[in-house]
């Protein structure tokens, strides 16, 4: 499991853009492709990328906007699992099962979130699609949730699947998410002899806050694990190998 955050953008950038000094500076030269970031995740075997927060970015810099032109940048965490053998290719798949969590994660006692779709109040039996539930039973969540089914009968398209995850959806999440955007830009060089104070850093994890009611922020900066940072994640589990 990896959790991982950065800068993107919905676009391959031109290479004006990619070398420029300012926008470097502010992380956004260098914003990988959302499409290029899943197909990347896809080829190294994680199958399902889920979104944990998204927020847009806004550049107020007329020079900067004119250089980017409708580019859109957001700040997304992405949650990846790699399980060999047990998460389909997209779309997510329907085999009538159902995980209820325990409660038993500090600081998650009323409920869990497992991503920007995905949410178990304590107690509360929850539909979820064949990969879903394998993220659950496979992972170091396993301990903390009860399952029903398995995957013996295929009952079709999960039926809240949804839009498929690229750039377009990337879009809808960051528009639908109520931010105005996390930008730190117009960049001030000449007062500080700085890019501008980057927009790089994710805000929610520096804030504690994930953006959708998780109480649950990844924190990947603080100890470099892929998923130790986690508030819900137990310390027995921190060392495990992604």
């Given at each position: 499991?990896?959790?991982?955050?950065?800068?993107?953008?919905?676009?391959?950038?031109?290479?004006?853009?990619?070398?420029?000094?300012?926008?470097?500076?502010?992380?956004?030269?260098?914003?990988?492709?959302?499409?290029?970031?899943?197909?990347?995740?896809?080829?190294?075997?994680?199958?399902?990328?889920?979104?944990?927060?998204?927020?847009?970015?806004?550049v107020?810099?007329?020079?900067?906007?004119a250089?980017?032109?409708?580019?859109?940048?957001?700040?997304?965490?992405?949650?990846?699992?790699?399980?060999?053998g047990?998460?389909?290719?997209?779309?997510?798949?329907?085999?009538?099962?159902?995980?209820t969590?325990?409660?038993?994660?500090?600081?998650?006692?009323?409920?869990?979130v497992?991503?920007?779709?995905?949410?178990?109040?304590?107690?509360?039996?929850?539909?979820?699609s064949?990969?879903?539930a394998?993220?659950?039973?496979?992972?170091w969540?396993?301990?903390?949730?009860?399952?029903?089914?398995?995957?013996s009968?295929?009952?079709?398209?999960?039926?809240?699947?949804?839009?498929?995850?690229?750039?377009?959806?990337?879009a809808?999440?960051?528009?639908?998410?109520?931010?105005?955007?996390?930008?730190?830009?117009?960049?001030?060089?000449?007062?500080?002899?700085?890019?501008?104070?980057?927009?790089?850093?994710?805000?929610?994890?520096?804030?504690g806050?994930?953006?959708?009611?998780?109480?649950?922020?990844?924190?990947?900066?603080?100890?470099g694990?892929?998923?130790?940072?986690?508030?819900?994640l137990?310390?027995?589990a921190?060392?495990?190998?992604?």
């Amino acid at each position: 499991e990896v959790f991982f955050s950065d800068v993107y953008c919905d676009r391959r950038l031109p290479a004006a853009v990619r070398s420029h000094e300012v926008l470097l500076g502010e992380c956004l030269g260098g914003a990988l492709a959302v499409n290029d970031f899943l197909r990347l995740a896809h080829q190294v075997g994680f199958a399902d990328p889920r979104v944990l927060e998204v927020e847009p970015i806004a550049v107020h810099d007329p020079e900067l906007k004119a250089l980017l032109g409708d580019a859109a940048f957001y700040s997304i965490t992405f949650r990846l699992f790699k399980l060999p053998g047990q998460l389909e290719e997209l779309p997510e798949e329907d085999y009538g099962q159902a995980a209820t969590y325990l409660g038993t994660l500090p600081g998650c006692e009323a409920e869990y979130v497992l991503d920007n779709a995905h949410s178990f109040p304590t107690g509360t039996a929850v539909r979820v699609s064949g990969n879903t539930a394998a993220m659950l039973a496979s992972s170091w969540l396993k301990p903390h949730f009860t399952s029903a089914g398995d995957s013996s009968q295929h009952l079709g398209q999960f039926a809240s699947a949804g839009t498929a995850l690229s750039a377009a959806s990337i879009a809808a999440l960051a528009a639908a998410s109520g931010s105005s955007g996390g930008s730190c830009c117009p960049p001030k060089p000449a007062a500080s002899g700085s890019s501008g104070g980057s927009c790089c850093p994710p805000k929610p994890a520096a804030s504690g806050s994930s953006g959708g009611g998780s109480c649950c922020p990844p924190k990947p900066a603080a100890n470099g694990s892929s998923g130790g940072g986690s508030c819900c994640l137990p310390q027995s589990a921190a060392a495990a190998p992604a």
